[in-house]
């Protein structure tokens, strides 16, 4: 079974910063695919970042040269380091983990931690 637990959240104002973790309980980390996605009021989940188990990184147009995604898959743990935050960035932050095996893939979720950016 694989559980997410994400911490780091809070309010912070415009142009602050604030760092994301994700502790992950897994047997096998590095065969994951980290990602954050977030969830804004009335908005669908949309991904912000990804990193693959090599540390190949994907980010949102929208958060790019902002956000830097990580990942020690020595301690099972994924970061969000997020940098000159607007107030658009406000919403839920969800950790997600991805496996694929068999062309099967799987992804299992956090339960989410909320950041507020005030202007």
């Known amino acids: 079974q694989v559980q997410l637990v994400e911490s780091g959240g809070g309010l912070v104002q415009a142009g602050g910063s604030l760092r994301l973790s994700c502790a992950a309980s897994?047997?096998?980390?590095?065969?994951?695919?980290m990602g954050w996605y977030r969830q804004a009021p009335g908005k669908q989940r949309e991904l912000v970042a990804t990193?693959?188990?090599?540390?190949?990184?994907n980010y949102a147009d929208s958060v790019k040269g902002r956000f830097t995604i990580s990942r020690d898959n020595a301690k099972n743990m994924a970061y969000l380091q997020m940098d000159r935050l607007k107030p658009e960035d406000t919403a839920v932050y969800y950790c997600?983990?991805?496996?694929?095996?068999?062309?099967?893939?799987?992804?299992?979720w956090g339960q989410g931690t909320q950041v507020t950016v005030s202007s």
């Open positions: 997600a983990a991805d496996w694929t095996i068999w062309n099967n893939s799987y992804r299992y």
């Open positions: 897994v047997r096998t980390f590095s065969s994951y695919v």
């Open positions: 990193i693959t188990s090599g540390g190949n990184t």
